[in-house]
């Protein structure tokens, strides 16, 4: 190889590298933006149910949820499995509005696993005139044709605080 046939396989490397890099830089703010676009997205779907909740209705709170006989949710008493069966089982926990309180999400943190896909930590708790609870929950997030659904839930209740 000549010095001179070096030189420009080393220029056309640069150029085409150059390219390439522009080209990654140029569509990392539009990934951004569509993470934040889904941020929101995930965020107002949880408004939404907590604002739901918090008016006792229950139908409207599952709205947030996939719509599937494939919808899982995990809990204390073992898992449940698909959307009826999920509802159900809400609406035996929380009978009526006093028994379902007023709900607020707390400390949520969303990663993003996918263009599709989410996960979302948090704390639930429930102010009851027959006393509070709380815990922990995770929420497995996919984005589809209508928007952002729970697909996943598994939520576990505090145990009582003991005063000493």
């Known amino acids: ?30 990934s951004e933006k569509a993470s934040d676009a889904n941020r929101a997205a995930i965020l107002a779907v949880l408004t939404a149910q907590q604002s739901d909740w918090n008016k006792g209705n229950i139908r409207g ?14 809990g204390t008493g073992g898992f449940t499995r698909g959307w009826q069966p999920v509802m159900t089982r809400y609406e035996k926990s929380y009978a009526d509005k ?39 929950f995770t929420l497995v997030f996919q984005k589809f044709p209508e928007g952002w659904r729970i697909i996943h839930d598994h939520t576990t209740q505090s145990p009582p605080e003991t005063k000493q």
């Not at 989410?118 to 922990?136: E, F, P, S, T, Y």
């Open 1 to 30: 190889m000549t010095m001179k046939s070096a030189v420009s396989s080393l220029f056309l490397a640069l150029i085409l590298g150059g390219i390439i890099v522009a080209a990654c830089v140029k569509a990392l703010p539009a």
């Open 98 to 136: 006093a028994a379902m309180g007023t709900l607020d999400f707390s400390e949520l943190e969303i990663r993003q696993l996918g263009p599709d896909a989410a996960l979302v930590l948090g704390k639930w708790h429930l102010q009851r005139q027959a006393g509070d609870v709380g815990g922990i």
């Open 61 to 74: 709170f599952m709205q947030g949820y996939w719509n599937s006989s494939e919808l899982t949710f995990a």
